[in-house]
């Protein structure tokens, strides 16, 4: 069950804690006519950053591509249906192998 001390108190930790143990979340981007789609999160805790992993050629690639920096919504729902949550930040490409997680 979802703590909700620690979802007051310590809430960015709790997410990550919660995104690193779940296995998809739905992924889009806010371009008009780009749909939500599963997507596997690798969580940099020390980054404060979600990392997708994806073809330059896929729908989310090609959209990335054709809008860089977009914003993107992210939809959560824990491994144990107790913890929901709606994130919204900046995606964009990055191909530096060094910063992989």
Same mark, same amino acid.
């Given at each position: 069950?979802?703590?909700? &001390? &620690?979802? $007051? +108190?310590?809430?960015?930790?709790?997410?990550? +804690?919660?995104? =690193? =143990?779940?296995?998809? @979340? /739905? @992924?889009?981007?806010?371009? #008009?006519?780009?749909? /939500?789609?599963?997507? #596997?999160?690798? @969580?940099?805790?020390?980054? $404060?950053?979600?990392?997708?992993?994806? &073809?330059? =050629?896929?729908? /989310?690639?090609?959209?990335? &591509?054709?809008?860089? *920096?977009? $914003?993107?919504?992210?939809?959560?729902?824990?491994?144990?249906?107790?913890?929901?949550?709606?994130?919204?930040?900046? /995606? *964009?490409?990055?191909?530096?192998? *060094?910063? $992989? @997680?």
């Amino acid at each position: 069950m979802t703590d909700l &001390k &620690k979802t $007051r +108190n310590e809430p960015i930790e709790q997410l990550f +804690n919660i995104l =690193d =143990d779940t296995h998809a @979340v /739905m @992924v889009g981007l806010d371009q #008009a006519g780009h749909p /939500m789609q599963p997507m #596997a999160p690798q @969580v940099d805790e020390d980054r $404060r950053g979600i990392w997708f992993y994806t &073809k330059r =050629d896929s729908a /989310m690639g090609s959209a990335i &591509k054709a809008y860089p *920096s977009s $914003r993107a919504r992210i939809c959560l729902i824990g491994p144990d249906h107790d913890y929901h949550a709606s994130i919204s930040g900046t /995606m *964009s490409a990055e191909t530096d192998t *060094s910063l $992989r @997680v």
